[in-house]
């Protein structure tokens, strides 16, 4: 599970129409739940009183109690990163935006704004298991831009040189962004980049050059020498963010297409191609070591009245939701794949593997499923098999025949076989 537990969305709006489409925007997308307040007072006692699970808010700037943006000064008093959704723009209110240091605003009567939303909703989240390096002499530049990488949630390291910043990359080969300056003592920003990708290919960790110098040339260096983009300073705050949240969009989406002959494409889940070649293997090496390898079946309840009831779209959203509250358990677990109408999972620990379902079971029967305009509640039911098998072939048929038999007789179940 991601080091940011923190899993709810506020959603502060007075239209109760423009609340029902955010909200079913952001649960039809993600696994967070999402929770509304249409008055400064709502937003205060949500904050007093579960403060603790919001990561994010969505805000509008004019509600009851606060006319003027005051919601999101105490939001972001709170310390908690805000959005803002509006209707109308122009360069008066883009000003006050950058002042009240939000992360980003979109209009919320546009689907492209309200899915750019979702992104960055998603990215910020996620952003608090990445390592992102900055290379800077200038103080004040270097303080400005691990400031605005801290309020996209980075896990921010920041050196003085080139040469501290390649230390702390040959220490921390999983850092996945490196912004670097060009004038620098003891290794510049072309060397330090060079020396980066020795180790490190563009599909791995974005570079992002940065000087002050302008010049095409510095630009052209940077990009030859392996740099993925570069940003000429002062900069604008607004092309700060998107710029390093487009290349490690980027990053994501390369990693993605490199999956996407294992994976299946409706849950990112792995498919079952691959997850009987690597099951198979794994299941008989962990058999040959005395140590019983534990399988489950977790399926949608009544998956075909979904989608018969809500269409078919409907269907494959749930097991999009289903897929997304699974993720936030899978911990430990050491294969999964997407199947039919849902997933299997191969594990080593039948407890463990127990409590981890039990947990997506909950927050699946409790969250909404939003397709179409429908909100609808699911429910899943699994089995685990915890009987010692002669194979993986055995084990799948032994638990999903009883997952079947189980979801005729009724729903949000589970079983030991």
């Known amino acids: 599970m991601p080091e940011n537990s923190k899993e709810t969305v506020l959603v502060v709006e007075s239209s109760q129409t423009q609340v029902r489409i955010i ?3 952001i649960e039809s997308l993600t696994y967070f739940d999402t929770v509304t307040a249409s008055s400064l ?7 007093e009183n579960n403060g603790e699970d919001v990561f994010i808010a969505v805000l509008n700037l004019n509600i009851k109690g606060a006319p003027d943006g005051e919601a999101v000064d105490y939001v972001l008093s709170r310390k908690i990163p805000c959005i803002i959704l509006t209707s109308t723009f122009d360069e008066k209110i883009r000003n006050r ?7 980003d605003y ?3 009567g546009n689907s492209n704004g309200l899915d750019d939303m979702v992104s960055l909703i998603r990215r910020v989240h996620s952003n608090s298991d990445i390592k992102v390096v900055v290379a800077e002499d200038n103080g004040t530049a270097r303080k400005v831009m691990c400031k605005l990488l801290e309020r996209l949630n980075f896990n921010v390291f920041a050196a003085e ?3 501290k910043a390649l230390a702390y990359i040959r220490a921390n080969p999983d850092v996945q962004l490196l912004l670097t300056d060009y004038e620098m003592p003891e290794l510049d920003g072309f060397e330090l980049v060079a020396e980066v990708r020795k180790t490190h290919t563009r599909d791995q960790l974005a570079i ?3 000087s002050a110098h302008d010049s095409g040339a510095i630009t052209a260096k940077f990009l030859k020498r392996g740099a993925n983009d570069f940003l000429k300073k002062p900069f604008e705050v607004e092309e700060f963010s998107w710029r390093v949240t487009n290349n490690l969009n980027e990053l994501d989406r390369i990693s993605s297409i490199k999956d996407a002959y294992s994976h299946d494409p409706l849950t990112g889940f792995g498919n079952m191609k691959t997850f009987l070649e690597q099951g198979r293997e794994v299941f008989n090496s962990l058999s040959k070591q005395d140590r019983t390898p534990v399988l489950a079946a977790f399926n949608v309840d009544n998956l075909l009245e979904i989608s018969s009831k809500f269409g078919w779209d409907a269907g494959a959203a749930a097991l999009k939701k289903a897929a997304s509250n699974l993720e936030q358990q899978s911990l430990g677990w050491l294969l999964s794949a997407r199947w039919d109408g849902g997933f299997l999972i191969l594990a080593e620990d039948p407890e463990i593997l127990k409590n981890d379902l039990v947990a997506a079971q909950t927050s699946f029967a409790k969250s909404a499923v939003g397709v179409a305009g429908e909100r609808f509640k699911a429910t899943a039911s699994f089995a685990v098999c915890k009987a010692g098998e002669d194979s993986l072939d055995a084990t799948m048929s032994k638990v999903v025949t009883v997952l079947d038999k189980m979801q005729s007789i009724g729903v949000d179940s589970f079983r030991f076989v």
């Open 41 to 47: 007072d709502e937003v205060e006692e949500i904050l």
């Open 97 to 103: 935006f950058i002042e009240k240091n939000v992360l």
């Open 23 to 25: 909200t079913e925007h």
């Open 106 to 108: 979109f209009n919320k």
């Open 208 to 210: 992002l050059g940065v």
């Open 161 to 163: 040189d080139g040469s």
